[in-house]
C-alpha cells in the first residue's frame, strides 16, 4: 500500500472532431451511458462527460468534450480544444465527404491544441455494409500517412466503441505517466 500511488490523479481531456452527423455524440453516449439515438438531434450534446477507467491499478478520468452542433457551421472555437491531450477524428464509412474533411479536421486540431494530441482515426457506422463509400484500407492508409491511430465503430452496434476510446486513453497514459 503506497499513499502517493493512492492518491496520484489523472485527468485527461479528450475532444471528438468531424463533420456534423458523423456519429460523434452517439459514440459517447455508447461509451459512457451505452444508449443509442436513432434520430438525434445535436441538442443532445453535452459540454462533457467524465469516464473513469483503470489502468495499471491507477484511476484514470477521461473528461471526453462532444460539440454543441457548432461543427455544421466550422464554428468550434479554440477553448474547445484548449488542453486536449486525445482526440476522435470521426467520419462516416457511408459519406465519403465526411473522409474528405478528415484533413481539414486535422488541421484544426493541430492549430489549436498544444504539442501531441494523441489521435484515432475513427470510421463511424461500420454497420452500414451496403452504403460503404470509404473502404477500411482507405482510412487505413490516410491513417498511416497522418500518424494517426486508426479503427472502424458502430455506434448502432456498439462494435469497437469502447475499444476506439480505451486506445486513446491507454496511449495518453503511456505518454503522460
Ligand atoms: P454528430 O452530429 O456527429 O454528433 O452525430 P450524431 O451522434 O448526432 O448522429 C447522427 C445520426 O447518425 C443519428 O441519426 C444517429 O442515430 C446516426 N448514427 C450515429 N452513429 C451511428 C452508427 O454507428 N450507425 C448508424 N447506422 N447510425 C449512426
Ligand atoms: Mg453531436
Redesign the pocket.
Given at each position: 500500500f503506497n499513499a502517493d500511488e493512492q492518491t496520484e490523479n489523472y485527468l485527461f481531456k479528450i475532444v471528438?472532431v468531424?463533420?456534423?452527423?458523423?456519429?460523434?455524440?452517439?459514440?459517447?453516449?455508447?461509451f459512457a451511458r451505452d444508449e443509442?439515438?436513432?434520430?438525434?438531434?445535436?441538442t443532445?450534446?453535452v459540454e462533457f462527460q467524465t469516464q473513469k477507467m483503470e489502468i495499471n491499478g491507477k484511476e484514470i478520468k477521461a473528461q471526453i468534450w462532444?460539440?454543441a452542433?457548432q461543427?455544421?457551421f466550422r464554428a468550434v472555437t479554440s477553448a474547445y480544444y484548449r488542453g486536449a491531450v486525445g482526440a476522435l477524428l470521426?467520419y462516416?464509412i457511408?459519406r465519403r465527404q465526411t473522409f474528405e474533411s478528415i484533413g481539414r479536421w486535422l488541421n484544426e486540431l493541430q492549430t489549436h491544441s498544444d504539442m501531441n494530441v494523441i489521435t484515432m482515426l475513427v470510421g463511424?457506422?461500420?454497420?452500414?455494409k451496403d452504403a460503404r463509400e470509404v473502404s477500411t484500407a482507405q482510412g487505413r492508409a490516410l491513417a498511416e500517412e497522418q500518424g494517426l491511430f486508426f479503427i472502424e465503430?458502430?455506434?448502432?452496434?456498439s462494435s469497437n466503441v469502447f475499444a476506439a476510446f480505451q486506445t486513446v486513453i491507454r496511449e495518453i497514459y503511456g505518454v503522460l505517466s
Open positions: 471528438l468531424g463533420d456534423s452527423a458523423v456519429g460523434k455524440s452517439n459514440l459517447l453516449a455508447r443509442f439515438y436513432p434520430n438525434s438531434k445535436s443532445i450534446g462532444d460539440t452542433g461543427e455544421r470521426v462516416d457511408s463511424n457506422k461500420s454497420d452500414l465503430t458502430s455506434a448502432l452496434d
